[in-house]
């Protein structure tokens, strides 16, 4: 009666993105419901398997962690706060690692062990077996937490720049004033300041460090992400690797919630910033030196190195000619992650500006629920899609099945990537397109026109964002495309990790180099938006 | 004694093309207030910088308590300066409560001399009830108390106040320079206080220094810089001022100034001696009083500006066109 058109389409919009959430969300839910499932063989995996899994995952995560900060904060402080020969390259440079997905960076350092073997004889022949077997260990564990960390350690680098270089000038001033040095201002002021951002950063290392399946599998080191790939097809047991997976999800839930929790306590962080500019504090000879080999040390490992390693052995299989399975295989790869970015950039379009000005908690619980996929192994992801697919499947009751087919493939990716495309998508329309739309519908057009002639246009740049960041993020899944993939379909992730596995690196360098070349035209461009105030998302 | 002496001191950016500071030569008495005056450009801030150690001069010497601290040779690091600075918006510490805050800058107390001070220093800001609060929970003004405190607190040999009172809604801008002006008189600091509100100037300083352009147009007793301005711009900085009319150049009237208040000038229905005949131009309500333009007869309207005039608004009605007499009030 009272309620007109428009309103009832607004209802509209609503529930249909709100269904298409919970789709979105589905596996996630299997997951979850899937713990509460027994098989005969948990027991087995719950006594032999889950504690390990569990104690690798833990020291992963916390060594990792460190040795990411350790990496990270020195170098964002410096070339935030400093003058130093090479500061203007570092700055930008040591955003790089990110494009090297975690296998690829672990391929590359594969022969480091094998270096190391005449090492680990004399440490035998001297100390005997246990102590071969411990240096063993700790090497394998060692070498996985540096390539871990030097990969992953920019996410702490960007955030704790980005805070550093937004603190209110007037503060580190003010602790000058009262008499207190540079380093005790930058440990009493400038990072107790920067600690929600940090943590924020920290926080992606670690599911990361959760995620991760590549490079705990090519190092040996099992962990728990590792462990539902192993127990679903290693052992063939799908009910206890559904439950690990479950218990892997109720992990990461937790880790969210501290995250979470501690950004509430943000308020006193978002002190004002200034624009005035920054002026670096000029370092000597000593300084100088030691500012380059801070920022020079984690961009060789994280970059550098491994760039060397995959080119030189890229080159070398490029001698003869291109592998004939390698155009395909990059243009299959192409394709797949060109199709799941349009895909998933519509979803987020589409939730983005339904989620506008609609102030409902049960729509923003259900939105929330639906971007949590990213902070989830893919694993894990796959795991869910697998149970809804095999349950959507059973229901069908027909031949054809879904499961195992590329639409599995990109519902999974849907799923795990959606908060990578709708983020920047939600924040371009906070930002351009304000109280436009209403204006628009003011001076006379309709909802569908106004969305043509004022949101598309205004939202293309951050909607090219959205899509590059998740074209990155495809083309370098790597345990959610082996899990759910068509039989002998290979992507270059996939082939890059087979050739590794079969002890075939220099030939799986040339897949790995073509993934990271990709990576590194999307991240400069996304790194510049970013120092210059991400004016452009 | 002399506090700060600044003798020739430019300063010149990085990338700038002219000194944002130009051969300044300035000192402050031991106990006194100066307020730094002067259009947004002017100069003020970098002025404050300098004197802080947030910047180096370019030439010239800087003195605090007769030890050089910048200049030829010399460079004393904001740390060891012995200054405190007051920032525009307080700058606390957001992760820190009030007390914390205040204490940050103690250093080499006992645990009893400590607290001691610091809870002199809360008294004498009136905010011992706030110690255990986060400057986001204070007003504007309790952080402005809260940070002068802590400028204080280290026994400064000076204290320097940035913009101390912008941000702040008209009532508690009075009642926070007030108290304030209170406690800086109380500890007897030498303070220089940069603003751009000259009305806060002229309450607080004892004198008052004006810059245009990086260059120091005028210093000295803050009731001289008000009524004998230089210029116009040293007039005009602290509200309306009329040039001297023609008629009374040469005349032996206000003892030689070229520069006259709208509030100095009185206007007469009837002529007396060493008055002015002028016609009302217009008249504009200003609350509590009322402007009168008026113009000298004979002058080229075109060309010339009217006198301002203020009156009591209670006072004689003036219809626009009406003959008037205008004559200088004496200034006690």
């Not at chain 1, 070349?517 to 998302?537: C, D, H, W």
């Not at chain 2, 010399?74 to 307080?90: D, I, N, S, T």
């Not at chain 2, 009830?129 to 026994?155: K, M």
Request: charged content about 20%; hydrophobic content about 50%; proline content about 5%.
């Amino acid at each position: 009666m009272g309620v007109g058109r428009a309103e009832w389409r607004w209802d509209r919009w609503l529930i249909g993105a709100g269904l298409l959430c919970l789709v979105v969300v589905a596996p996630l839910v299997a997951v979850l419901f899937g713990l509460g499932q027994t098989g005969p063989e948990w027991g087995h995996v719950a006594s032999t398997l889950l504690g390990d899994y569990l104690k690798n995952t833990a020291i992963l995560a916390i060594v990792v962690s460190l040795l990411a900060l350790l990496m990270a904060l020195p170098a964002a402080w410096l070339v935030v706060t400093h003058e130093f020969p090479g500061r203007r390259v570092f700055e930008w440079a040591l955003v790089l690692p990110l494009a090297f997905p975690t296998y690829v960076a672990a391929l590359a350092y594969l022969q480091i062990p094998e270096m190391l073997i005449p090492t680990l004889v004399w440490v035998r022949e001297q100390f005997g077996v246990d102590a071969f077997m411990l240096a063993q260990t700790l090497l394998r564990y060692g070498l996985l937490s540096v390539v871990l960390a030097s990969v992953l350690f920019p996410y702490i680098y960007l955030s704790a720049r980005t805070s550093f270089a937004h603190h209110n000038r007037a503060l580190i001033e003010a602790s000058q004033m009262l008499g207190q040095s540079g380093r005790a201002t930058f440990f009493r002021i400038a990072l107790p300041l920067s600690r929600p951002a940090i943590i924020a950063g920290l926080s992606l290392v670690v599911m990361e460090v959760l995620n991760d399946y590549g490079a705990v599998n090519l190092l040996g080191v099992p962990t728990l992400a590792d462990g539902v790939f192993r127990t679903w097809f290693g052992l063939e047991d799908r009910v206890s690797a559904i439950r690990l997976a479950g218990l892997v999800t109720l992990i990461v839930l937790v880790l969210i919630g501290l995250e979470y929790a501690q950004r509430g306590k943000r308020s006193f962080a978002d002190a004002r910033t200034e624009e005035r500019p920054i002026e670096r504090c000029r370092l000597g000879r000593i300084g100088g030196i030691f500012a380059v080999i801070c920022c020079g040390l984690p961009l060789t490992a994280g970059f550098l190195y491994p760039a060397w390693k995959l080119g030189q052995w890229s080159l070398l299989n490029l001698r003869d000619s291109v592998p004939s399975h390698f155009l395909p295989m990059l243009g299959r790869s192409l394709a797949l992650a060109a199709s799941a970015s349009l895909m998933i950039v519509s979803v987020g379009f589409l939730l983005a500006f339904t989620a506008r000005g609609c102030q409902s908690r049960s729509w923003k619980g259900l939105l929330r629920a639906a971007t949590l996929g990213y902070a989830m192994p893919g694993a894990v992801v796959a795991v869910g899609v697998m149970m809804v697919f095999g349950n959507f499947d059973q229901w069908l009751d027909s031949n054809v099945l879904l499961s195992g087919t590329l639409l599995a493939v990109l519902f999974g990716y849907l799923t795990r990537f959606l908060a990578v495309a709708y983020q920047p998508i939600s924040a371009g329309m906070d930002r351009l397109c304000g109280r436009l739309d209403e204006a628009s519908q003011l001076l006379g057009d309709r909802r569908g026109r106004t969305f043509g002639r004022v949101i598309l246009p205004l939202m293309r740049r951050p909607m090219l964002a959205a899509g590059m960041l998740v074209f990155v993020d495809v083309l370098k899944e790597l345990p959610l495309t082996m899990i759910l993939r068509p039989a002998n379909f290979e992507t270059l992730a996939t082939k890059a990790f087979g050739l590794a596995k079969e002890g075939r690196i220099h030939e799986g360098a040339l897949p790995s180099l073509a993934i990271v070349m990709v990576g590194i035209v999307v991240l400069i461009p996304l790194n510049r938006s970013l120092r210059g105030g991400g004016e452009q998302a | 004694m002399t506090c700060l002496e600044l003798k020739g001191v430019s300063k010149r950016y990085d990338g700038a093309v002219q000194d944002a500071l130009h051969a300044l030569d300035l000192e402050i008495e031991e106990g006194e207030i100066l307020g730094v005056v002067g259009a947004s450009g002017s100069g003020k801030t970098t002025l404050l910088r300098l004197v802080a150690g947030l910047e180096s001069p370019t030439t010239g010497e800087l003195r605090i308590g007769g030890l050089k601290v910048a200049g030829e040779g010399a460079w004393v690091p904001p740390e060891k300066r012995g200054v405190g600075l007051v920032f525009q918006e307080g700058a606390l510490f957001p992760h820190m409560t009030v007390e914390a805050n205040v204490a940050y800058g103690l250093r080499g107390l006992s645990k009893e001399e400590r607290m001691a001070r610091l809870h002199y220093l809360l008294a004498m800001v009136n905010l011992r009830a706030a110690a255990l609060r986060y400057p986001h929970e204070l007003s504007g003004g309790e952080r402005q108390r809260i940070a002068l405190a802590r400028a204080l607190a280290p026994n400064p040999k000076m204290v320097l106040l940035d913009e101390p009172f912008s941000n702040l809604d008209p009532n508690l801008r009075t009642y926070l320079r007030d108290q304030l002006l209170a406690i800086i008189r109380k500890v007897n600091a030498t303070a220089l206080v940069v603003t751009h509100d000259t009305q806060d100037a002229l309450v607080i300083s004892d004198r008052l220094a004006i810059l245009r352009d990086g260059q120091l147009v005028q210093h000295g007793p803050s009731r001289d810089v008000y009524h004998t301005p230089n210029d116009a711009y040293c007039a005009r900085l602290f509200g309306p001022a009329n040039a001297l009319p023609e008629a009374w150049s040469g005349v032996a009237v206000g003892k030689g100034r070229p520069w006259i208040r709208p509030r100095e000038l009185e206007l007469l229905e009837n002529e007396a001696p060493g008055t002015l005949e002028v016609q009302v131009h217009a008249t504009q309500f200003l609350g509590d009083q009322l402007g009168v333009l008026v113009y000298p007869i004979g002058v080229d309207r075109a060309h010339e500006e009217p006198l301002l005039v203020h009156e009591d608004l209670y006072g004689h009605l003036h219809e626009v066109g009406a003959t008037r007499w205008i004559r200088l009030r004496s200034i006690v």
